[in-house]
């Protein structure tokens, strides 16, 4: 049974940081790729960040480059979105997701909501 939990959301203001995390069990996390969605109010779900097993190399939006950051901690199985100078649109739910034997899998999601 896959299940991913996300945690680490809120409200916080322009220019601030957050850290997410996932936590995953059900599958062999270590050789997995582990990525986040958002979904912002009215606007469909967009892809975010990935990261691969070793060598760990990361994908990122152009929107976040250089302001997020996503690793990962194989001995927790959780991965990390660390999210810094954040503005208004950076606000949506935030999802974590991996494919296991060709199906995707989501967790629950954690809101961030980014405002003054």
């Known amino acids: 049974q896959v299940q991913l939990v996300e945690s680490g959301g809120g409200l916080v203001q322009p220019g601030g940081s957050l850290r997410l995390s996932c936590v995953a069990s059900g599958f062999t996390f270590s050789t997995h790729k582990m990525k986040w969605y958002r979904q912002a109010p009215g606007k469909e779900r967009e892809f975010v960040a990935d990261i691969i097993t070793f060598p760990y190399i990361t994908t990122y939006i152009d929107s976040v480059k250089g302001r997020f950051i996503i690793s990962r901690d194989n001995y927790k199985n959780t991965v990390y979105l660390q999210m810094n100078k954040l503005r208004p649109e950076d606000t949506g739910v935030y999802y974590c997701?991996?494919?296991?034997?060709?199906?995707?899998?989501w967790g629950q999601g954690t809101q961030v909501t980014v405002s003054s």
């Open positions: 997701s991996t494919n296991s034997n060709d199906e995707d899998y």
